[in-house]
C-alpha cells in the first residue's frame, strides 16, 4: 500500500472508530510504520475529521519532518513499533469499556479481561497487561509499556485507555475494536457464572491464529 493510500486508509479508519464512539473530542491517536519512517495522527486532531494530507510524517528516529505536527503521544506509539518489530500499526483509544476495565483492573494485573469469545483471544492474545497510571503526555510511561509490549499485542494503560498493535492497520483497527467488545462482554457479565474458554481452547486458538 502507498504512502498516500495509508493516509487514505487512516482517515478513513478515524473516521469509524469516531462514529462508534471509540474515540471522543481529540482523543485518541493512529501511527502506521512506513519504509521510510511512520505516519501518525497529528496532535489534538480529531479522529473523525483527519485531513489525510496533513497526517504527520515521522522519519526513522521519529523525528517530525512533514504534516502538522504528531500526537504529544509518540512515546507511546515508539514503544510498541521498537518493542514489536511485527507491528506495523498501532491504536490507542478512550473507548468506554475497555476504559472501564482500566479504572477496575490492578496495575500489573497480566489478564483483566477473560477468554470469553475466540475472537478476543485471536485478535489480543493470552495477556493485557494493565500498566500503572501516568499522566497523559508523560513520556515516563515509555518503558513501561515497552517491556509489556515485548510479549503482548495490546495494553491498557490505568484509567486511561487501550494500546493496540497489529501486523497491520486493518489488523490493529480490528483488534482495537474486538477488545472494546470483549470489555463491553466482561462488564455485562460481572459476576455471572460465565463459561470461559478452557485452556486447551485457548491453545488451539493461539495455535492457529498467534
Given at each position: 500500500?502507498?504512502?498516500d493510500d495509508l493516509r487514505d486508509a487512516i482517515a478513513a479508519h478515524g473516521r469509524l472508530l469516531f462514529g462508534r464512539?471509540?474515540?471522543v473530542g481529540s482523543a485518541g491517536n493512529i501511527s502506521v510504520r512506513l519504509p521510510d519512517g511512520f505516519l501518525m495522527t497529528p496532535t489534538n486532531?480529531?479522529?473523525g475529521r483527519l485531513d489525510p494530507a496533513r497526517i504527520s510524517k515521522l522519519d526513522r528516529e521519529y523525528r517530525h519532518v512533514s504534516g502538522d505536527k504528531p500526537s504529544k503521544e509518540v512515546f507511546?506509539?515508539?514503544a510498541f513499533l521498537e518493542a514489536r518489530p511485527e507491528a506495523e500499526a498501532v491504536v490507542h483509544l478512550h473507548s468506554t469499556h475497555a476504559t472501564a476495565i482500566a479504572c477496575l483492573a490492578t496495575p500489573g494485573e497480566p489478564?483483566?479481561?477473560p477468554p470469553l469469545t475466540p475472537y478476543f483471544v485471536m485478535r489480543i492474545g493470552r495477556v493485557l497487561p494493565v500498566i500503572p497510571y501516568y499522566r497523559p503526555?508523560?513520556?515516563a510511561m515509555e518503558p513501561a509499556i515497552a517491556a509489556a509490549a515485548r510479549d503482548a499485542r495490546a495494553v491498557l494503560l490505568a484509567n486511561h485507555g487501550p494500546v493496540v498493535s497489529g501486523k497491520s492497520l486493518d489488523d490493529a483497527v480490528y483488534?482495537?475494536?474486538e477488545l472494546?467488545?470483549?470489555a463491553k462482554l466482561a462488564l455485562l457479565l460481572r459476576g455471572q457464572p460465565a463459561r470461559l474458554l478452557t485452556e486447551a481452547q485457548v491453545e488451539d486458538l493461539l495455535g492457529t491464529f498467534g
Open positions: 500500500m502507498s504512502e464512539g471509540f474515540s486532531s480529531c479522529l507511546m506509539h515508539r489478564a483483566p479481561i503526555g508523560d513520556a483488534a482495537a475494536e472494546e467488545e470483549a
